[in-house]
């Protein structure tokens, strides 16, 4: 099994406690849903649209709970792209090693009543565009992953 690779580094004293997360890439008319994510306590950045696992969960379930959370896209699960690790700061305050699996996400239908994280907007960028526009390497690395795929 490959080495799962570590992405950022770690402030001198700050905790980064491990936190599973889950990604996906979801693609329409040969573009990649991207998210605008505004937190009211830090700076803009944008991201693969997924977040955190919860207690109990799937990394399937928690990409696709994810997904419509942020975008109110129904999407599911195809295949693991690749996993990576990350230090991250989330707004001002919270920091993690956030332990992430990437996933393929086939885009199923729009459910726009389901999007509840309104410091989230949905975007639509082609890969290439989208590679350079993510804010976290541990998200531009699982798109690059998904590129070479073909």
Request: aromatic content about 8%; overall charge negative.
């Given at each position: ?33 991207l998210v605008r994510v505004e937190p009211a306590d830090g700076p803009t950045r ?96 699982a798109l690059a992953c998904w590129l070479r795929r073909g």
């Amino acid at each position: 099994m490959a080495a799962v690779p570590q992405f950022g580094a770690p402030e001198p004293g700050r905790p980064y406690p491990d936190r599973p997360v889950a990604f996906g890439v979801g693609v329409r008319d040969g573009q990649v849903a991207l998210v605008r994510v505004e937190p009211a306590d830090g700076p803009t950045r944008i991201d693969l649209p997924g977040g955190g696992i919860d207690p109990g969960e799937s990394a399937e379930a928690a990409m696709a709970r994810e997904f419509l959370e942020e975008t109110g896209l129904e999407v599911r699960p195809l295949s693991v792209l690749t996993r990576a690790d990350h230090y991250f700061i989330n707004g001002a305050t919270k920091s993690f090693n956030t332990r992430g699996v990437f996933f393929t996400a086939e885009i199923l239908t729009e459910r726009r009543e389901r999007k509840i994280e309104a410091d989230h907007t949905l975007f639509w960028r082609p890969p290439e565009t989208a590679l350079r526009m993510l804010s976290r390497d541990s998200h531009a690395w699982a798109l690059a992953c998904w590129l070479r795929r073909g």
